[in-house]
């Protein structure tokens, strides 16, 4: 067994969602961690260009959104480690232990899972390099880029009629 450390709250992911569960618990006085495996920002760094985010009125680039929430959970505290969590065992009476890829343990009051969600990729080729530059994966998000152009919705199912019909 590995290394054995303690935080009042870790939040797994360093997405939106867990910068935002971060900055929160830090401001609130929790003595807040978050664990990513990869780099802060999850989806938001696929996109080159956020046009919807409230307070950057001539949107932001993914990356630099990304680095202002970093940065103001930072500002209170928070503490971020490049870790993967593989197994969580515990409950609310005890707490939990979050065991990591190292073989490390985390003990931990509260756990906040913000692992956030990939779209499904067609693994065609040219995706990779035109994702955010014609394709893309939200119709919310990106619809309005492609306003009074033709574009095909691929996939099957009710998300993808859903889509379609929203665009």
Partial sequence: MGTREFHEC?????????????????????????LEKLSPGGQVLTTDWVDNYLGFEQGVAGYELIEH????????????LSK????IRGDLNQG????????????????IVATGARPKQLNCPGEQELTGKGV???????GPFFKDMDIAVVGGGDSACQE???L
Avoid: Q, W
């Avoid at 870790?10 to 978050?34: D, Q, T």
């Avoid at 993967?84 to 197994?87: L, P």
């Fill in 10 to 34: 870790v939040i797994i992911g360093a997405g939106p969602a867990g910068l935002g569960a971060a900055l929160y618990a830090s401001r609130a006085g929790i003595e807040a961690c978050v």
């Fill in 69 to 80: 929430m970093k940065a103001h959970a930072d500002r209170f505290g928070a503490r971020f």
């Fill in 84 to 87: 993967e969590v593989s197994t």
């Fill in 96 to 111: 939990f232990d979050l065991h990591l890829a190292t073989n490390e343990i985390i003990n931990t009051r509260a756990v």
């Fill in 136 to 142: 893309s994966y939200c119709a919310t998000c990106d």
């Fill in 164 to 166: 379609a019909l929203f």
